[in-house]
């Protein structure tokens, strides 16, 4: 009864936590947590939705592992080549790029970066910044950085 009860809070804590974050407003996941283990699936249109969901359920006391089956489907298609270049128009705006050299690949809403960067929080910025791009199903970077 306790092992349950355990559970039981974790669930109500994770959905609690996604139910009132704006965010996740139209996704469908479900939650389930057997002895610490949390298991998210269904769908969401963002692959930072995704991401997020992973978050709350990480941070939540008792929660031991996430396996996280969520799927990205955008709400309408997207081609590769426009997540490609809304990447490089982003790359190109932002200050923290200039000097970065990134080779990007897209290949059916996977998006695949790799470059050198200067700053471990270039990486994270833009790890969060790819995925709010509508199309990205997922997201792989491959950094080096520079001493």
């Known amino acids: 009864p306790g092992y349950a009860a355990e559970d039981r809070e974790i669930l109500e804590h994770i959905a609690g ?3 009132h974050d704006e965010r996740l407003e139209g996704t469908e ?7 610490g283990h949390v ?4 769908t969401v249109y963002l692959y930072s939705q995704k991401m997020l969901y992973e978050h ?4 939540t006391p008792g929660v031991v592992e996430i396996n996280n089956d969520i799927r990205v ?3 309408l298609p997207v081609e590769d080549t426009e997540i490609a270049d809304h990447i490089h128009t982003m790359i190109k705006d ?17 998006v695949s970066l790799s470059g050198m960067f200067y700053d471990p929080g270039d990486v994270l910025f ?22």
């Open 56 to 59: 709350i359920a990480g941070r």
């Open 73 to 75: 489907v955008p709400r």
């Open 29 to 35: 996941v479900h939650i389930v947590v057997r002895g």
């Open 94 to 110: 932002h200050q923290r790029f200039q000097n970065t050299e990134l080779t990007i690949d897209v290949r059916e809403g996977t």
């Open 126 to 147: 833009l790890k969060h910044q790819v995925a709010e791009i509508e199309g990205v199903i997922r997201l792989d970077i491959m950094a080096r950085f520079v001493t």
């Open 39 to 42: 298991i998210l699936s269904g």
């Open 17 to 19: 936590q996604t139910h």
